[in-house]
């Protein structure tokens, strides 16, 4: 089954404690990307990734960083979280037609 | 940049057939797409236009029209597990994609 998984679902942390959101796929797409999704503004790219060890900045890149090590892993990192990063975070794996979205991540940063 | 415009909500009774809307701006893309989002869940994707015109998928049906900068997605014969969000999404290169900010659709009895 083609299948996209993230974790953890659901992560409530403290301001600067370092974390990483993990993010997988098993269609052995090339192409993945993370978004936020905040109430109101709807999925903005954080950074995408071309292939292993390409990847690029979306529309809001500040604050995350991203690795693409292997072709079936993209990981989020968090070095610094601050509370404006609370919000709803989605791993996505792309064929040139279609995206393949993870179940999501509810973040809190208090 | 990129940017795209859809109504924030639209009423729609059940049995009915309803046009969402979605304009852009932008320098150049390969495709628009659109993709539902039901309260809770992560967007599924629907359908995508690479070329001007209709393309359907059982209920659901695309437009674009690339004179215009403006596409649709039609729903038919509604039901009410249609009621969900649906974005529009311009794919430029190297697959950056930007999406619109979303239609709350509800779908009436």
Redesign the interface.
């Known amino acids: 089954e083609a299948q996209v998984t993230q974790n953890p679902r659901y992560l409530i942390t403290v301001t600067g404690k370092k974390l990483t959101v993990t993010c997988s796929q098993n269609m052995n797409h090339e192409?993945m990307?993370w978004?936020r999704q905040d109430p109101?503004?709807?999925?903005?790219?954080i950074y995408?990734s071309?292939n292993v060890e390409v990847t690029?900045k979306?529309?809001v890149p500040e604050g995350y960083k991203v690795s693409r090590k292997e072709k079936r892993n993209f990981p989020l990192i968090l070095e610094s979280p601050s509370p404006n990063q609370t919000s709803l975070y989605?791993c996505a794996s792309?064929s040139?037609?279609?995206?393949?979205?993870?179940?999501?991540t509810r973040l809190t940063v208090t | 940049g990129q940017s795209l415009e859809q109504p924030s909500e639209v009423t729609a009774v059940e049995g009915a057939i309803v046009q969402i809307n979605c304009t852009y701006q932008t320098s150049g893309f390969y495709g628009l797409s659109w993709y539902q989002q039901h309260d809770g869940g992560a967007p599924t994707f629907l359908s995508y236009n690479a070329l001007d015109g209709l393309e359907e998928t059982g209920r659901f049906s695309s437009f674009l029209s690339r004179s215009d900068s403006y596409g649709y997605l039609l729903l038919q014969e509604l039901q009410m597990k249609d009621s969900a969000s649906y974005f529009c999404a311009l794919t430029g290169g190297y697959q950056k994609v930007t999406f619109g900010t979303g239609t709350k659709l509800q779908v009436i009895p």
């Open positions: 192409y990307s978004y109101g503004l709807g999925l903005r790219q995408y071309m690029d979306g529309d989605f792309s040139p037609r279609e995206q393949y979205f993870g179940p999501g």
